[in-house]
């Protein structure tokens, strides 16, 4: 959450947070990048104004408000 709202608000004690519950650096790493992904992602198709293919579309039984 803390990379999504403001990236520069993570420090040094985060990463070492998940080191010590066992992730290693390349998990960390990965993580990061995905998260970075899809924050550039739904940002660029909110911005467009992309409309989700039905398919897409949310089941409301499946994914609730």
Do not use: H, K
Request: no cysteine; aromatic share 10%.
């Amino acid at each position: 959450m803390a990379i999504t709202r403001d990236p520069t608000s993570t420090a040094r004690r985060d990463i070492d947070e998940l080191r010590e519950v066992g992730w290693t650096d390349a998990q960390i790493l990965t993580a990061t990048e995905v998260v970075g992904f899809f924050n550039y992602y739904v940002r660029m198709v909110e911005a467009l104004g992309v409309e989700p293919e039905p398919e897409m579309e949310r089941d409301p039984e499946v994914w609730p408000n």
